[in-house]
Every structure is written in C-alpha cells, then in structure tokens.
C-alpha cells in the first residue's frame, strides 16, 4: 500500500505560479513511477505529467508543455508539480497518483494509487 496526500493548492491570480507536492509513505517511493491528473469543474479527469522511478524520463500533456514541470525527491519520498503561467483554465483538482510500472503512464488505469487531490484555483 501507497498514501499519497497533496499538498500546496490554493487561489492564485493568472500569470501567477503554484507548486504542489505529493508526499507518500507506505511501500518504497523509488519503486514508483509517479503522475499528476487533474479534474476541472464538469470534466472528465485528465492527465497532466509523469515521471519514471529515477526522474529521469518525464513526460506532460500538450495543454500544459512548458508551463508546468514535473520532478521528485526520492530521499523526502515526494513528487512536485511546478505550475507557471496559470490560466483560469487550469482551474482543477489535482491528483498525485502512484503506479507500479512504466509505459509512459497517461491513462488512469495505469496507476494504482491515488492522493484526495487538492484544489487550485486561477482566477482572471
């Protein structure tokens, strides 16, 4: 078992810059590869980013390519999602997810652990 809790959402302007984090305790963090989704208000959830064990493959979604950047500490058992430039549009819940194999993992169901998400609002 993986417990995954994000952290660092909040109410931001646009143009502005947020930094969430996703701490997890349980099994081996390094064992994990790790991803970022995100639900906006009447949409379905979405894949955002996601990083192999080491850090060193990553890979993001078109929509936030440049804007949003994706690491991790394996020694503080943590995954970080840099959010730059935010629109409104980016207005979500944002989930930390943890999955036990590496494919290039943009599908929900590549994954087998969740966080509870946290809210980032962009207002205009």
């Known amino acids: 078992q993986v417990q995954l809790v994000e952290s660092g959402g909040g109410l931001v302007q646009a143009g502005g810059s947020l930094r969430l984090s996703c701490a997890a305790s349980?099994?081996?963090?390094?064992?994990?590869?790790m991803g970022w989704f995100r639900q906006r208000p009447g949409k379905e959830r979405e894949f955002v980013a996601t990083?192999?064990?080491?850090?060193?493959?990553?890979y993001y979604a078109d929509s936030i390519k440049g804007r949003f950047t994706i690491s991790r500490d394996n020694a503080k058992n943590t995954v970080f999602l840099q959010m730059n430039s935010l629109k409104p549009e980016d207005t979500a819940v944002y989930y930390c997810?943890?999955?036990?194999?590496?494919?290039?993992?943009?599908?929900?169901?590549?994954?087998?652990?969740w966080g509870q998400g946290t809210q980032v609002t962009v207002s205009s």
């Open positions: 349980g099994r081996t963090f390094s064992m994990y590869a």
């Open positions: 997810a943890a999955s036990g194999r590496w494919s290039w993992n943009t599908q929900s169901d590549d994954y087998d652990y």
């Open positions: 990083i192999n064990w080491s850090g060193s493959n990553t």
